[in-house]
């Protein structure tokens, strides 16, 4: 495994730097600091940065040219990700977009659906958003019960899709959706569906952080043309394998920037309020130790996909790691910083460098979505490990 990057990559990477110092107005923790700043103003300000971006040629790193990506490769896309977070760049706003329709669509959609879709998902022209958990579901998500029946060249949608990000802004919705009753695997379809479709509904949600990123979905007899069914009627199970593989995957080397310039703020922190004690240094040196593993653990994905592989069940842990280190990591930061670190950030008091309260608040949710802890365990022991099925 060669963890060098080659000549090519590393101007790749020092265009970035400079294209990112010439074009960021300031690091996104500054625009969240902003008095003036609305939840609305921020997804507008993503939406532009997306499209800047865009036109830039930095989005669709791996996607081919003639859809409007980029052409290059995963190990470009790995050190677009990791500059970005080590920029403290705003996020772009279509992520479930681009991160996760994007390569499903690539894989599984027709060449009209690609042309049609992939363009405006980049430019950030349409927003996506994912219908995949439902009321009652739980992480069992073979036990959907939306709906779609055929009726001539249209599917007709009925149920509910709730814990839906980006619900709110964004202009179309991925679902999955059940098209026969009897088959738990193969009786479920992949449709796209635009959210301003009659008998659609979407309501926001209010977050423990205070903020309305979710949604909840209706669809009441909802039509939606049958061209847009991704692959055929019965496969969207597969597809979903394919999109939640990317979900949960290439996501430690960007991670592991952004923790370890968190960690430097804390340490920082710990020293101006005299915060030196044994105890605290051996806090502080176990998530610095932990985070190296997470670095590595991305190095070993990255060198994987340099050699041609697509992300599998292997995906799985990365997911766990990040998601139960990002909970430690928000623990020991409170801890560490007392009363204080509970300060939001608008705030007079709270510090200026990193928002701790939200993002204490937000490690509570990494380990339940896009697949729980428990079931990433249950994908590793059988699909990784090739351990027997436990007794039940």
């Known amino acids: 495994m060669d963890l060098h990057l080659a000549p090519t990559h590393l101007e790749f990477r020092d265009q970035l730097r400079a294209w990112l110092a010439d074009n960021m107005r300031r690091p996104w923790r500054e625009e969240l600091r902003d008095p003036a700043t609305t939840e609305d103003g921020l997804m507008e300000f993503r939406r532009a940065w997306q499209k800047k971006l865009y036109e830039a040629g930095y989005l669709g790193m791996d996607w081919p040219r003639e859809w409007g990506g980029r052409g290059a490769g995963e190990v470009e896309k790995s050190i677009f990700e990791e500059e970005m977070a080590r920029a403290g760049a705003p996020p772009i706003l279509n992520t479930l977009g681009i991160g996760l329709l994007g390569p499903a669509l690539i894989h599984h959609g027709s060449e009209e659906q690609r042309r049609r879709f992939i363009p405006p998902m980049l430019s950030g022209d349409e927003i996506w958003c994912q219908g995949f958990s439902e009321p009652g579901s739980g992480s069992d998500l073979a036990s959907l019960r939306t709906s779609a029946r055929l009726d001539g060249d249209h599917f007709v949608l009925n149920g509910q899709k709730i814990w839906t990000t980006f619900g709110p802004w964004a202009d179309w ?23 301003d479709t009659p008998g659609v509904t979407v309501r926001p949600l209010r977050q423990i952080t205070g903020e309305s990123e979710f949604g909840e979905v209706f669809f009441e007899d909802a039509r939606v043309p049958r061209a847009q069914l991704v692959g055929q009627i019965g496969e969207g ?25 968190d960690l430097d703020c804390l340490a920082a922190a710990c020293k101006e309020y005299g915060r030196t004690d044994a105890a605290v240094r051996e806090k502080l040196a176990r998530l610095l130790v932990e985070n190296e593993v997470m670095r590595a653990n991305g190095i070993r994905t990255l060198a994987s996909f340099a050699e041609g592989k697509t992300p599998g069940p292997e995906s799985s842990i990365e997911k766990i790691y990040w998601s139960e280190f990002d909970k430690r990591f928000r623990d020991a930061a409170l801890d560490i910083l007392g009363p204080g670190g509970q300060l939001l950030r608008t705030s007079p008091d709270a510090r200026p460098d990193v928002d701790w309260a939200r993002e204490f608040l937000w490690s509570r949710a990494g380990t339940i979505y896009s697949g729980s802890s428990e079931i990433q365990r249950n994908i590793i022991a059988k699909r990784v490990l090739n351990l027997p099925q436990d007794a039940r």
């Open 237 to 261: 199970w597969r597809i979903a394998m394919t999109v939640l593989a990317y979900e949960r995957g290439a996501m430690s080397l960007a991670a592991s920037v952004r923790y370890g310039r």
């Open 173 to 195: 919705i991925f679902v999955l959706a059940r098209t026969d009753s009897k088959d738990r695997y193969g009786g479920i379809s992949f449709i796209l569906c635009k959210l």
